[in-house]
């Protein structure tokens, strides 16, 4: 909870320099809203791991009204991934192959985003799984206890801003 506590703290911090209003922190997400871009986003940091770490993973939902892009999913990942390499989503007892590059993946399309926004109002946690550069498997979980709540507050953030 400390570690939860100090990142929320920072981006709370870092939101008025960077223009983005705080919408609330929900057990182990946030929200937040952007009027510059325009866009609103959940966010939470993946669990706490001891292993090698390239990257600060996060997985957020982000709402873009001017696009008309709602729940679009993206994981950023703790390494970067190996060329091609298969990335799986495991959430509520379903697995869903995602695409992505670099140290990022998303949602095959918007019937997938709405998928995953979906379980992840029921399932207790989501865990992403690849192989990374160096040819080694990983994985970055994320606890979803007040993700919905979070979701629901980066949607109704976003609902006036066009």
Same mark, same amino acid.
Request: glycine share 8%.
């Given at each position: ?103 990022? !993946?998303? *949602? &095959?399309?918007?019937?997938?985003? $709405?998928? @995953?926004?979906? +379980? ?24 979803? !206890?007040? *993700? &919905?709540?979070?979701?629901?507050? $980066?949607? @109704?953030?976003? +609902?006036?801003?066009?």
């Amino acid at each position: 909870m400390r570690r939860l506590a100090l990142f929320v703290l920072a981006l709370s911090l870092a939101a008025p320099a960077a223009g983005r209003d705080a919408l609330g922190m929900f057990e182990t997400w946030a929200a937040f809203r952007d009027p510059q871009s325009p866009r609103c986003y959940a966010i939470a940091k993946a669990e706490p791991s001891t292993l090698r770490r390239t990257y600060q993973p996060y997985a957020d939902v982000a709402f873009w009204p001017r696009q008309q892009v709602r729940g679009q999913v993206h994981f950023r990942l703790s390494r970067k991934l190996a060329a091609k390499a298969a990335i799986t989503l495991s959430i509520g007892g379903q697995r869903m192959a995602l695409v992505g590059g670099g140290g990022d !993946a998303w *949602a &095959a399309d918007k019937r997938m985003d $709405a998928a @995953i926004v979906a +379980a992840m109002r029921s399932a207790s946690e989501m865990t992403v799984s690849a192989r990374g550069d160096d040819g080694k498997g990983f994985s970055n979980t994320w606890k979803l !206890a007040g *993700a &919905a709540t979070a979701m629901d507050a $980066a949607q @109704i953030g976003c +609902a006036s801003l066009r």
